[in-house]
């Protein structure tokens, strides 16, 4: 079996070879985009083929930034349509794809990937560990009431204006790109996603409005996209995308004072979210489908480590093992003044862990001291989960809405 590049002269067999993996069929693209692959990279995917010429697995990458913790932003491999035949599973062509991918993204200098797994499953193996969650918030329309607050700071001076999607592409692109760049966790979206209408809603062609919070100046500064589906009974928010509370505040007021809906369903509810709180009735809130979102895999570890912010001094030596080649190894973690410095080193290590559970604490969205108890980190002295805890924590918890 040999596993190729593709070019855009691939499109139709990569499409048709992925879908069948899923399957499902190629719908034809609306006119000038509006599928979820118009934003696919075809100078940066992969077939796997058959001696005898049959293509039988894919896998994509796209070109994203990763916020890190800090605000800092780095290039990341997003790695998409993954999938093989059902005829030719179990047979390691994606364990050939997935090296193969590992291999080349190392090659062309990047030092992160991430990816998001249909099944939990799958991608462990590989080094990628769940390093940002999601749920849903449901709240019934009459229990929607906000409690009164000590301390609101700031009262909201802006307002909100309701736009269609279909004509307010360049404004919520402008919103997210703020929004993604002040987010641990956020991708980018790149301007071919929504000039092409890709992935799903609100970049997709599928009808939706938009609540666009202004400041008291008339700079836009907060979107909520939703759909009132059927009309009359629930309103489902797709995302809001502000990194202001005080704006997310307004938009979850606007959506939950709506008329003639009985429930308001938030997707994308990241762990903390203040909403319940903000609710007279604690119990009107009710979380359901909590679940891992984004995947992270350090391809190369010290890199990783020195270019995300860090926030309190300390030192750890991690030992940490790679099964899958690569980066395998000692290393003394330094962190001064919110900069780190990662050298190989002979010390005695104080966690060992595995690449894929780094990528898990790495956007400080996993506590490393859960992956102690959960006997997956080995920690070697007492306290030394708790200084790991401090130590890989963000500014905010990472949260990623992107879908690819
Ligand atoms: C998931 C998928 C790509 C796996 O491809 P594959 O070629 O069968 O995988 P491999 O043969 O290389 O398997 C490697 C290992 O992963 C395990 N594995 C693969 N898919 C798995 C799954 N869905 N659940 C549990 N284990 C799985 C295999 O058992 C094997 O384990 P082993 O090394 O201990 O024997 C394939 O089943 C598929 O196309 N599924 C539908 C599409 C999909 O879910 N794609 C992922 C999108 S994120």
């Given at each position: 079996?040999?596993?190729?590049?593709?070019?855009?002269?691939?499109?139709?067999?990569?499409?048709?070879?992925?879908?069948?993996?899923?399957?499902?069929?190629?719908?034809?693209?609306?006119?000038?985009?509006?599928a979820?692959?118009?934003?696919?990279?075809?100078?940066?995917?992969?077939?796997?083929?058959?001696?005898?010429?049959?293509?039988?697995?894919?896998?994509?990458?796209y070109s994203?930034?990763?916020?890190?913790p800090?605000?800092?932003?780095?290039?990341?491999?997003?790695?998409?349509?993954v999938?093989?035949?059902?005829?030719?599973?179990?047979?390691?062509?994606l364990?050939?794809?997935?090296?193969?991918?590992l291999?080349?993204?190392?090659?062309r200098g990047e030092?992160?990937?991430?990816?998001?797994a249909?099944?939990?499953?799958?991608?462990?193996?590989?080094?990628?560990?769940?390093?940002?969650?999601?749920?849903?918030?449901?709240?019934?329309?009459?229990r929607?009431?906000?409690?009164?607050?000590?301390?609101?700071?700031?009262p909201?001076?802006g307002?909100i204006?309701?736009?269609?999607?279909?004509?307010?592409?360049?404004?919520?692109e402008?919103?997210?790109?703020?929004?993604?760049?002040a987010?641990?966790?956020?991708?980018s979206?790149?301007?071919?996603?929504?000039?092409?209408?890709a992935?799903?809603?609100?970049?997709?062609?599928?009808?939706?409005?938009?609540?666009?919070?202004?400041?008291?100046d008339?700079?836009?500064d907060?979107?909520a996209?939703?759909?009132?589906?059927?009309?009359?009974?629930?309103?489902?928010v797709?995302?809001?995308?502000?990194?202001?509370?005080?704006?997310?505040?307004?938009?979850?007021r606007?959506?939950?004072?709506?008329?003639?809906v009985?429930q308001i369903?938030?997707?994308?509810?990241?762990p903390?979210?203040?909403?319940?709180w903000?609710?007279?009735?604690?119990?009107?809130?009710?979380?359901?489908?909590?679940?891992?979102?984004?995947w992270v895999?350090?391809?190369?570890?010290?890199?990783?480590?020195?270019?995300?912010?860090?926030?309190?001094?300390?030192?750890?030596?991690?030992?940490?093992?790679?099964?899958?080649?690569?980066e395998?190894g000692?290393?003394?973690?330094?962190?001064?003044?919110?900069?780190?410095?990662c050298?190989?080193?002979?010390?005695e290590?104080?966690l060992s862990?595995?690449?894929?559970?780094?990528?898990s604490?790495?956007?400080?969205?996993?506590?490393?001291?859960?992956l102690?108890?959960?006997?997956?980190?080995?920690a070697?002295?007492p306290?030394?989960?708790?200084?790991?805890?401090t130590?890989f924590r963000g500014e905010?918890p990472?949260?990623?809405?992107?879908?690819?």
């Amino acid at each position: 079996m040999e596993i190729r590049a593709t070019t855009d002269n691939d499109r139709d067999v990569f499409l048709d070879t992925f879908h069948t993996a899923l399957g499902r069929f190629t719908e034809p693209q609306a006119d000038g985009g509006g599928a979820w692959w118009s934003a696919l990279e075809m100078d940066r995917n992969l077939l796997a083929v058959t001696a005898d010429g049959r293509p039988v697995g894919t896998a994509g990458a796209y070109s994203f930034e990763l916020t890190l913790p800090g605000e800092v932003i780095v290039p990341a491999a997003g790695v998409t349509a993954v999938g093989v035949l059902p005829s030719h599973r179990r047979r390691g062509v994606l364990s050939a794809m997935m090296r193969h991918q590992l291999g080349e993204l190392r090659a062309r200098g990047e030092f992160l990937s991430v990816l998001l797994a249909s099944e939990a499953l799958i991608y462990r193996r590989f080094g990628y560990g769940p390093a940002t969650y999601t749920s849903r918030l449901t709240v019934p329309r009459h229990r929607a009431a906000f409690a009164a607050t000590r301390a609101p700071g700031t009262p909201d001076a802006g307002s909100i204006e309701v736009v269609r999607r279909a004509g307010s592409g360049e404004l919520m692109e402008e919103i997210y790109d703020r929004y993604r760049r002040a987010q641990p966790g956020a991708l980018s979206r790149p301007h071919r996603w929504w000039a092409s209408r890709a992935g799903q809603p609100p970049t997709s062609p599928a009808p939706r409005h938009i609540a666009v919070h202004r400041d008291a100046d008339g700079v836009a500064d907060g979107y909520a996209s939703y759909s009132l589906d059927p009309p009359g009974t629930t309103l489902t928010v797709d995302e809001t995308i502000t990194a202001d509370d005080t704006v997310s505040t307004a938009l979850a007021r606007f959506v939950l004072e709506h008329d003639l809906v009985t429930q308001i369903v938030f997707k994308h509810c990241p762990p903390g979210h203040p909403l319940r709180w903000q609710l007279t009735d604690f119990r009107a809130g009710q979380p359901s489908d909590e679940t891992d979102w984004l995947w992270v895999r350090l391809l190369d570890v010290p890199r990783a480590l020195t270019a995300r912010g860090w926030f309190t001094d300390g030192e750890l030596v991690l030992d940490v093992d790679d099964p899958i080649g690569g980066e395998h190894g000692r290393h003394l973690l330094t962190v001064r003044d919110g900069k780190a410095e990662c050298v190989p080193t002979d010390r005695e290590p104080d966690l060992s862990l595995d690449v894929s559970d780094l990528g898990s604490i790495y956007l400080g969205g996993t506590a490393p001291s859960t992956l102690v108890r959960a006997g997956h980190i080995r920690a070697h002295r007492p306290g030394v989960a708790d200084l790991a805890d401090t130590l890989f924590r963000g500014e905010r918890p990472p949260h990623c809405v992107h879908w690819f």
